[in-house]
């Protein structure tokens, strides 16, 4: 399948079954002839930044957003075997070169993102960085001053401590928002709930596929995240002129790892939006585009049921926790599914933290699920992988989701995470009456 992103709908060829094409940054919001649209709001909330942007953090914007349109409108059910898919994407830049010579990184880091084959067709006249909006215009522009990191915001549980946190340590971070249908009012809760000095950068990629229908997987989204991240990063540190800029990723260890929980979870099944691998393959590619931020996840060694215990400041996190959504389904339903993974890795870290929250779970009762037999796949792999914990090389299982560090020290820190954050769901299955 091929995708093709361009600003200009006149360049864009016209729809087929193995061509799909997408108007990026189209100021209009609407669809022209029979393309895709992305990113129609994106440059009035780039403009609200108040200061120019550099190529570099354009154009990874300008390439993220393409390969979130090819994630969203290629459905993985066309492939061969109902999950990879072969991808030819090919994006406009402003400055292409810079991308063109982290080709192949950008590929394999999206092949492991993924599970897909991707192959990037890279080439110039892509859209430029917008002027900004003058500060004390008529429009309201995003306060950077005093601003010293940024930390991706997304409405979920770890990322409302990990802004706790670093209000409460003293940071004054910019939250950095990718704001899908739906996010945008937990996200507002929980910033309403902050105290402290920060600011927030909050954007809409707003994918639109040409037949309504999209890909729900959604294997790349963090790439969007980390895009945007550098593009606010780049803003705050001309504005308070800081050289390198500490880009926070707030997730527990155990769903950082994603460990597959049973030999059919193994690959592209099981998330990587998080993994030290994928943090660390970007890392490379910012380094080597001059980028200055640092990818820092301080959660990685600790489990979501410690995030929440030695969380530093207690009153805001019960204010927000039942207001945070961890669920991987919630929205097909806008409910929080409760017997998905992230969802029983939730609970458990809330039973271990002794409070009780008000979140509307779809499936209360765990105990009942087990016995319905279209909803108890995630809970059966969950209960299975903890009866082959105490048996199993820890290490070997581990490594299954993807390449860690060859340091004995730091992978052992990943294996006592991975053996902790197992051992709090246990506790919190014997409790259901489960184990």
């Known amino acids: 399948m091929q995708v093709i992103v361009s600003h200009i709908p006149q360049k864009l060829p016209e729809s087929s079954p193995n061509i799909i094409p ?4 189209g100021l209009d919001g609407r669809k022209q002839r029979n393309i895709a649209t992305i990113g129609n709001s994106l440059i009035n909330s780039i403009k609200r930044l108040g200061v120019s942007i550099s190529p570099v953090e354009f154009d ?5 957003l393409a390969v979130t349109a090819a994630d969203t409108f290629v459905k993985r ?4 075997d109902g999950w990879t898919r072969e991808i030819k994407l090919q994006v406009s830049l402003c400055e292409p070169s810079v991308c063109l010579g982290q080709k192949e990184r950008l590929e394999e880091a999206l092949h492991f993102l993924s599970g897909d084959l991707w192959n990037l067709e890279i080439l110039s006249g892509g859209y430029k960085p917008p002027d900004p909006y003058p500060i004390n215009s008529r429009h309201k522009t995003i306060d950077l001053e005093g601003r010293d990191c940024v930390c991706l915001f997304s409405g979920g549980l770890d990322s409302a401590i990990g802004a706790i946190d670093l209000i409460a ?12 249908k739906g996010d945008k009012s937990y996200q507002d809760y929980i910033a309403g709930k902050l105290e402290g000095e920060f600011s927030r950068f909050s954007v809409n990629a707003n994918p639109i596929s040409i037949g309504g229908q999209t890909e729900l ?3 790349t989204r963090s790439l969007n995240f980390l895009a945007f991240a550098a593009l606010g990063a780049s803003a705050l540190a001309t504005v308070n002129q800081l050289e390198n800029i500490e880009l926070f990723v707030p997730e527990n260890g155990l769903i950082s790892l994603n460990a597959p929980l049973t030999s059919r979870r193994i690959g592209s099944l099981s998330t990587r939006t998080t993994h030290p691998h994928f943090l660390r393959s970007m890392q490379e590619i910012f380094d080597a585009v001059g980028i200055k931020v640092l990818i820092h996840n301080p959660y990685q060694f600790k489990t979501k049921g410690e995030m929440l215990l ?5 009153i805001t996190l019960e204010r927000v926790v039942s207001h945070t959504v961890s669920c991987s389904k919630w929205k097909r339903k806008r409910q929080q599914c409760g017997k998905c993974v992230p969802c029983i890795i939730r609970r458990a870290a809330i039973f271990a933290l002794g409070i009780t929250e008000s979140t509307p779970y ?3 009762n765990l105990l009942a699920t087990v016995s319905d037999r279209g909803n108890r796949d995630d809970l059966f792999a969950i209960m299975i992988a903890i009866n082959k914990l105490s048996s199993s090389n820890i290490g070997a299982w581990i490594s299954d989701s993807g390449p860690l560090t060859v340091d004995p020290v730091i992978k052992d820190l990943y294996k006592q995470v991975f053996q902790r954050g197992m051992q709090e769901v246990d506790r919190f299955l014997q409790q259901e009456g489960l184990l």
């Open 22 to 25: 997408v108007q990026i940054y």
């Open 60 to 64: 990874l914007m300008t390439l993220a």
């Open 77 to 80: 059910s066309r492939s061969d």
């Open 169 to 180: 340590d003293g940071k004054s971070p910019l939250l950095i928002s990718h704001s899908y």
């Open 217 to 219: 997987t959604m294997r």
């Open 310 to 314: 030695e969380c530093k400041n207690q």
């Open 362 to 364: 779809e499936h209360q």
